[in-house]
Every structure is written in C-alpha cells, then in structure tokens.
C-alpha cells in the first residue's frame, strides 16, 4: 500500500521515485506540453548553430559573404518550398514536427 500512495501522492506530472530502483513514469498533457516546448527550443538552438556554421564555412571557401548568404538562403527558401509540393503535389494537409 505504500507504492500505492505515493503513486497516488505524485500529482505534480514529475515521475514518481520510490525507493533507489522503482521509478514510475505516467502520461500527462502539461508534462507533455513542458518537454515539448524545451525540446523544440533545443532543436531550434541545434538548427540555428548548423546554419551559422555552414554560413562560415561557405564564406571561407568561397571568400564572398554575399554568396554565402545565398547559399544559407536557399536552404532556407528549400522549407516552404517542400511544404507547398507536399501539400499540393502529395495532398497532404497535416505536417507534424516529424515531417523535418
């Protein structure tokens, strides 16, 4: 009965520790919400050092920062371009985040 209560006790969206060994993990919607909004932070942090480095790396091997703007531009411009052929060529309305 113990396990139990301090099941029943946890209602904070955290996982429940009981003991060293047992730890209990449940679904909720704002436990959910709260590790999405950071991971979507994260990726976006992971995403815009990727594009900072390939602009770098564009500017030294072509010695032209106009061109490697293009070049950080056009992978920009390739998103949109991919969401409108998947949803008109394809015909699908709902892109989640899994579809990047």
Do not use: M
Not at 34 to 61: E, M, P, T
Not at 78 to 99: C, D, E, K, N, Q
């Amino acid at each position: 009965f113990e396990l139990v209560s301090k099941v029943l006790d946890a209602t904070s969206g955290h996982p429940a520790r009981i003991g060293d060994d047992l730890r209990v993990v449940w679904r909720g919607w704002d436990y959910f919400e709260k590790n999405a909004l950071r991971q979507v932070i994260q990726d976006a942090g992971w995403a815009a050092g990727s594009l900072l480095f390939v602009l770098v790396y564009l500017w030294a091997h072509t010695c032209s920062l106009v061109q490697a703007v293009g070049g950080v531009l056009g992978i920009l411009a390739a998103f949109p371009l991919a969401v409108f052929l998947y949803r008109t060529l394809f015909g699908i309305s709902w892109i989640g985040a899994l579809h990047f």
